[in-house]
T-cell receptor, first 114, second 113 residues
Framework: NAGVTQTPKFQVLKTGQSMTLQCAQD?????MYWYRQDPGMGLRLIYY???????DKGEVPNGYNVSRLNKREFSLRLESAAPSQTSVYFC?????????????FGPGTRLTVL | GENVEQHPSTLSVQEGDSAVIKCTYS??????FPWYKQELGKRPQLIID?????GEKKDQRIAVTLNKTAKHFSLHITETQPEDSAVYFC????????????FGTGTRLTIIP
């Protein structure tokens, strides 16, 4: 099993450009999440999806959109990138269970917006 | 919403000594408290978690304690080793983790050989 995969690993954008970050998991998890990680700020939730077809805003959703394409895939789109969106983006997934609550993270995407 | 504060932001300890990282949370409905470890350039990984129905949990050199009344929980690492050097994040959630996690801002732990 590959676990949680993300593409691309690195990306440089100019202000105003758009892009989509891709995430896929092969663990048959219902829940998927997008976080951004900035120095001194920890992991902040952007959007999450509790199941296929549902999405909810997290702590910092402004400037982002998401799509839960199917159970495996959850994409994050930046419509008009801004320098404030320079960050490392992590996707994660988890099982809905009374016993297993671990979130499994992808390797991350390092995004720079010039 | 939930707010999780974590201290200290950096911590250096001599190899073999103990390290303690503390977190407080604001939402009394939170009942699941995991700790994640992130090595340099890697993804965060769960190392231990605790539910509100227990006060302490141990796994070899790692332990977590929870004080529901004071709304704080702590990570204890004993007999520290160089491979313990990493950033550690605490988090809190309701519904025993079947809801979104709110993370603390992280503690960078450095083990001095």
């Amino acid at each position: 099993n590959a676990g949680v995969t993300q593409t691309p690993k690195f990306q440089v954008l100019k202000t105003g450009q758009s892009m989509t970050l891709q995430c896929a998991q092969d663990m048959n998890h219902n829940s998927m999440y997008w976080y951004r990680q900035d120095p001194g700020m920890g992991l902040r939730l952007i959007y999450y999806s509790a199941s296929e077809g549902t999405t909810d805003k997290g702590e910092v959703p402004n400037g982002y959109n998401v799509s839960r394409l199917n159970k495996r895939e959850f994409s994050l789109r930046l419509e008009s990138a801004a320098p404030s969106q320079t960050s490392v983006y992590f996707c994660a997934s988890s099982e809905e269970s009374s016993f297993v609550n671990e979130q499994f993270f992808g390797p991350g995407t390092r995004l720079t917006v010039l | 919403g939930e707010n999780v504060e974590q201290h200290p932001s950096t911590l250096s300890v001599q190899e073999g000594d103990s390290a303690v990282i503390k977190c407080t949370y604001s939402d009394s409905a939170s009942n699941y408290f995991p700790w994640y470890k992130q090595e340099l350039g890697k993804r965060p990984q769960l190392i231990i978690d605790i539910r509100s129905n227990v006060g302490e949990k141990k796994d070899q050199r790692i332990a977590v304690t929870l004080n529901k009344t004071a709304k704080h929980f702590s990570l204890h690492i004993t007999e520290t080793q160089p491979e313990d050097s990493a950033v550690y994040f605490c988090a809190a959630s309701i519904n025993f983790g079947n809801e979104k996690l709110t993370f603390g801002t992280g503690t960078r732990l450095t083990i001095i050989p």
